[in-house]
């Protein structure tokens, strides 16, 4: 059977039939507290997409987790199933217009001489976003679960222990964002705060939080007053046009703790969304979108401003420990066989994170060998799996190696960062010099420290070969000492 192209006027009702199925699924959640909080949890997990998008998903597939276009699956090294049925979403597509005489005709249609004149200026041109509709997927479509790949691997979430520990990582990340909006976080609030805990003071843009709140209970506090701050600062309130009462403030506050609570684990169970039959009252569907945009924009952005600030901690964490740097990056490289040899290893994390490799390398050395870096006076090298320590840099890369062995070094040069990486000798370099020099991952003037250390460090070599031989012959062949050395 023949296929038949899609008219404009068909793409047209399919984005109208999309509009209006997410049109429905926003009515639906305004009708109890349990279906907002519902929602609320589905924002929660899909923050990074437009609202618009994120109602969509939500009403074609109940339950979503996590969802990607199919070409981020295969990038996954992911299959999306045979049969499996896309899920529609809207797309931003800008189109380039060009002025021909009183007309304005789109890119694709201007001739290539209209193109060339709009390109220098000659011609006026205006952009539009129009919408198509693509398709993602998600994660129980494809075979991810067969791979043993998680959801938490895949999209990098975060989990939480619950430790207080934690609790305070999150507070300095909390803090972060209230940095960056310029918020002043009081130490003690303006007036008796009784049983409320927290207030947001606009006139002055400043927190306060009831110093009687445990420090789990100052995380989902903090998050709630940031949100009126963000929310309802009074430039944000001139912009909006309209003031919002109390209730409404409060609602949308609660909403976006709620969100990203959930978003992080938090507990959600003490959350009251009281205000939603309050809010709701004669307000229209465009009133509710609104609302809920201006919710979806803030909670995301929380989301991805704490994400940075924990992977910032845990990097410095891990840099701090070389024991869990290994144990991260043989994690992300799906490495489980502690007695897999290095170079296999190597590969491995090549295959998934490349960048890691230096770092993989240096913790293993930090850990094996247990050597202080700050305290070499030299450059000093470790040729991994050759020694257990640290040799000044000659003669560590005075060593015989296989032509077909793959070699993998640190070398530390005082005052400066570790440099580790990995070659074969067969196909790449003949040793360690040689490949620091084709690689140029040092200065000149270190290269040529390095090439003097290993030039002297040839001569002393071959005068204790030298050496050697003397002793050989006098011995064997019971020659006077200065006979030898007159001959």
Request: charged letters at 30%; proline letters at 3%.
């Amino acid at each position: 059977m023949a296929y038949k192209k899609k008219t404009r006027e068909d793409y047209q009702k399919e984005v109208q039939a999309l509009t209006d199925k997410m049109e429905t699924q926003l009515a639906s959640h305004f009708v109890s507290q349990e279906s907002i909080k519902e929602h609320l949890d589905f924002m929660s997990r899909f923050h990074r997409y437009s609202t618009r998008n994120m109602l969509l998903i939500e009403e074609q597939f109940q339950g979503a987790r996590a969802v990607g276009s199919y070409a981020y699956w295969e990038k996954q090294g992911v299959q999306v199933q045979k049969g499996e049925k896309g899920i529609k979403i809207f797309v931003p597509s800008p189109v380039t217009f060009i002025k021909r005489d009183t007309d304005w005709v789109a890119w694709k249609d201007a001739t290539k001489t209209e193109q060339k004149r709009a390109k220098e200026g000659a011609l006026p041109t205006r952009k539009a976003m129009y919408y198509k509709i693509g398709h993602v997927f998600e994660y129980t479509q494809t075979d991810a679960r067969e791979k043993g790949l998680e959801v938490s691997e895949l999209f990098a979430s975060y989990h939480r222990n619950g430790s207080l520990r934690e609790a305070e990582t999150f507070r300095r990340a909390l803090n972060g964002i209230a940095e960056t909006q310029d918020v002043k976080i009081l130490d003690q609030p303006l007036n008796e705060l009784g049983t409320a805990k927290g207030c947001f003071y606009p006139e002055l843009n400043a927190i306060a939080l009831n110093p009687r709140n445990s420090d789990i209970e100052n995380v989902t506090v903090l998050i709630h007053e940031l949100a009126h701050a963000n929310l309802h600062n009074v430039e944000r309130n001139e912009e909006r046009g309209i003031e919002l009462n109390p209730h409404e403030k409060e609602f949308q506050a609660e909403m976006v703790a709620y969100t990203v609570a959930a978003h992080f684990g938090f507990s959600t169970d003490e959350f009251s969304l009281s205000y939603l039959a309050n809010w709701t009252q004669g307000r229209n569907l465009r009133d509710k979108e609104d609302l809920l945009y201006e919710v979806h924009q803030t909670s995301g952005h929380f989301i991805r401003e704490i994400h940075t600030s924990l992977e910032h901690e845990q990097v410095l964490e891990r840099e701090a420990s070389p024991l869990k740097m290994i144990e991260h990056i043989e994690n992300v490289a799906q490495i489980t066989d502690q007695r897999m040899p290095l170079a296999e290893r190597l590969e491995r994390i090549m295959q998934h994170t490349p960048e890691d490799v230096g770092a993989y390398l240096t913790s293993i050395a930090k850990q094996d060998t247990q050597q202080d870096f700050s305290s070499f006076n030299e450059p000093m090298m470790l040729v991994h799996r050759a020694t257990d320590f640290f040799e000044p840099f000659a003669k560590a890369n005075d060593r015989d190696f296989d032509e077909h062995e793959t070699v993998a070094y640190t070398l530390v040069i005082p005052g400066e960062e570790p440099i580790s990486q990995h070659f074969r000798i067969l196909d790449d370099a003949s040793g360690p010099l040689h490949h620091i020099l084709k690689t140029e991952v040092v200065s000149k003037k270190t290269e040529q420290v390095l090439e003097k250390a290993w030039y002297d460090e040839m001569i002393s070599t071959e005068d204790r070969d030298l050496e050697k031989v003397r002793q050989s012959v006098t011995r064997h062949f019971n020659v006077p000492e200065q006979d030898f050395r007159s001959r």
